[in-house]
């Protein structure tokens, strides 16, 4: 669970210093933001993922996500990424828990994923444990069949022409 979350966080959900960001934002300059979350089930994940680009560079971009899912299965994270991830994901705990809301939001979640009544005290040592060979083992189950199902929008001049009028017969 915990070596799934740090992975996920360098490959995507750790915002400006995650893979994609670097990749499609960064590198490549086809969206100005790209986000991803990995979402757990009682059985399964779902990896889901957003980012927003010109029509005409949609396939390019596809194409460098698909690029960099395929790169983190069959390579998994560098240690230095491992180190950032696990520092970032320990530091930002408290932070995010730092209102009412947010605290109760979470134990609520934590309740839910039938985590321990003292995971938030135990949290930092279960990120502290994970290791580099945990991640590129998580990494290789997640996504090395890589994007199963994409979902590109249509154009905005597309979308908003009305469909064309089909013929009357007699």
């Known amino acids: 669970f915990m070596a799934a979350d740090v992975v996920n966080h360098i ?3 750790g915002g400006l210093s995650s893979r994609l960001f670097k990749e499609v934002r960064e590198k490549r300059g086809l969206a100005y933001s790209i986000h991803e979350a990995l979402l ?11 980012t927003g680009t010109r029509a005409d560079r949609a396939c390019e971009t596809v194409d460098a996500v698909e690029k960099e899912i395929r790169r983190i ?8 990424e491992l180190d950032e991830a696990k520092s970032y994901l320990k530091g930002s705990q408290m932070l995010a828990l730092d209102t009412s809301s947010k605290l109760a939001q979470a ?3 934590y309740q839910l994923d039938k985590l321990p009544i ?3 005290e135990k949290r930092n040592a279960i990120v502290d444990a994970v290791t580099l060979d945990d991640t590129r083992r998580v990494a290789k ?3 090395g069949d890589g994007l ?6 249509r154009a905005p001049q597309a979308a908003a022409q009305p469909p064309a009028a089909t013929p009357k017969s007699n």
């Open 11 to 13: 490959l995507g959900g």
């Open 40 to 50: 757990w089930m009682d059985h399964s994940a779902l990896f889901i993922g957003k």
């Open 73 to 80: 299965a069959e390579e998994g994270p560098t240690q230095q």
């Open 107 to 109: 134990l609520l979640q």
């Open 118 to 120: 003292d995971y938030i």
């Open 141 to 143: 189950k997640l996504w």
């Open 148 to 153: 199963l199902t994409v979902i590109v929008g």
